[in-house]
């Protein structure tokens, strides 16, 4: 009966867990709870193992990454206005939408290679442009500015918006500027 047990939080932590370090971690812990629970097995024992069995099941489920592919119609809505006001519907190859913990987002590929994640209210993450200049009106002004007054031979291929920063990657390899959330320059890394 304990063989069981281990088999079955085993089965559960690699299943339940498409993350390989949280797969390795989940399986290790239901095992050495488990073989510790089954030295001295007992009607106790066994209540203890369900409970630890449903406590694991529980907390790797909530980790567990689940990606598919849905339809346009199925984004947020601020995140189909972002589309219809900077690109073509029509222009969108997959969309992807990813479980992060209990939210979601979303990650667009157009038909360029251009590749835009969105939160999971719509709300744009990062444009990533590949080689192809990031459409005019998406980066704020202040930093359009900025990269034309200091760098005036390369244009933005990739903006990113982060919780206190905003970030831009330049067509001049590899080229990084970090911008606070106000648009001040604050870093650069080539």
Known sequence: MCKFFIFFAVFAAKTTCLNSVSKEIGTIFATILLKHYCLNFNIDSMK??????????????????????????????????????????????????????????????????TEIDFDQQGNLQLIDCKNLPVPEGIVPESIVNYVQLHHPSHFIVEYEIGYRYQKVELNAGELELLFDRDGHIVGIDD
């Open 48 to 113: 203890k193992i369900l409970t630890i069995v449903a406590v694991l099941m529980f907390t790797l489920t909530a980790c567990a990454d689940h990606n598919q592919l849905i339809k346009y119609s199925e984004l947020p809505a601020q995140a189909q206005s972002f589309i219809q006001k900077y690109f073509a519907p029509s222009e969108v190859s997959y969309i992807e939408r990813e479980r992060e913990g209990f939210h979601y987002e979303y990650t667009m590929y157009l038909n360029d290679g």
